[in-house]
């Protein structure tokens, strides 16, 4: 029998902490969760300096007209929230249903998916990283045939405990492959809903630049080529952290521009879309991903790229 490598065993070992840790989380409350994310946010802030540099630095691009004091508070925030959306992974995959239901403390705009299916449509949930998104996909698996794609985690041991979670509602994952478009594709001619991330930065040669908050991103265009197959509808959906309490789940109106079969003005109305969810509560979202790297790979040559050459 072929005995584990040192890395492999080490990988293994931090899986299984780490789904222990999430199976411990799961029993607790979210209003526990919340309060020992108030405790750890701040630890973060000061002591994981890349995280802090990040949030910050799109801060000053986004919100260019806060101050000091303003954009660090708002920064503060930002990176509890992201401290709870982690602790709160367990609660989203692994406790009982029941208990994440009645965490769900209202759902808004959820005409907008019935009314897309009684026209025979398929909808699009563009679900921007924001509040806490594990919830929202619990919810849509609850309630709809849901379809999203998946890309397994690095620590691949965590890769079963992960889709499991995911999973377990009913959703059905698909790789980020050209075979995980065509389910897709199928799902929405089902008059189905799927699960978009519309704030990734895409391969290159799968996306365009588009203006996020008056700042060119680099934003995917699979979005245009599923509409135009598909005649879908699209929506943006949130799962909105009610601090102490539970979440509120948001479906909002896409931006028009979406249906476009222009790629630039189509990715602008995804981003338009996201940043009509953020303003819900802009302390929700995950400032610390790196949205403008591939600009400012391709800006090298300006006078202050050396301001953001480790970005």
Request: charged share 25%; glycine share 6%.
């Amino acid at each position: 029998m072929t005995q584990p490598t040192g890395n492999t065993s080490r990988l293994f070992s931090k899986a299984s902490a780490i789904s222990w840790l999430w199976r411990q989380l799961s029993r607790w409350p979210v209003t526990r969760l919340w309060r020992i994310s108030s405790v750890l946010g701040p630890v973060v802030y000061r002591l994981n300096k890349r995280e802090r540099w990040v949030t910050e630095r799109n801060l000053t691009a986004v919100y260019p007209a806060l101050s000091n004091a303003e954009r660090h508070a708002l920064a503060k925030q930002s990176l509890k929230h992201s401290t709870a959306t982690m602790l709160e992974l367990g609660h989203a995959w692994m406790a009982e249903p029941q208990k994440v239901e009645t965490n769900i403390l209202a759902v808004y705009g959820r005409d907008k998916l019935d009314n897309a299916r009684t026209e025979s449509r398929g909808v699009i949930v563009l679900a921007p990283h924001f509040g806490n998104w594990e919830v929202l996909n619990f919810w849509l698996s609850s309630h709809f045939p849901f379809t999203a794609m998946y890309e397994p985690p690095k620590i691949i041991d965590l890769d079963p405990v992960i889709r499991h979670g995911r999973e377990r509602m009913g959703a059905s994952l698909v790789p980020t492959n050209p075979r995980g478009v065509a389910a897709l594709l199928k799902a929405l001619k089902r008059s189905e809903a799927i699960g978009m991330l519309p704030d990734q930065e895409p391969d290159w040669g799968s996306g365009v630049f588009a203006p996020f908050f008056g700042r060119d991103a680099y934003t995917a265009t699979l979005l245009p080529k599923l509409v135009a197959r598909t005649q879908a509808r699209v929506v943006t959906g949130v799962a909105l952290r009610v601090p102490g309490k539970g979440f509120e789940i948001h479906f909002l109106e896409a931006d028009e521009r979406v249906y476009s079969d222009d790629d630039v003005q189509s990715a602008t109305g995804v981003n338009a879309s996201v940043e009509a969810a953020i303003s819900l509560d802009p302390a929700q979202y995950q400032w610390e991903y790196k949205r403008y790297r591939k600009v400012v790979q391709e800006q090298q040559k300006l006078a202050n790229y050396r301001d953001y050459r480790l970005y």
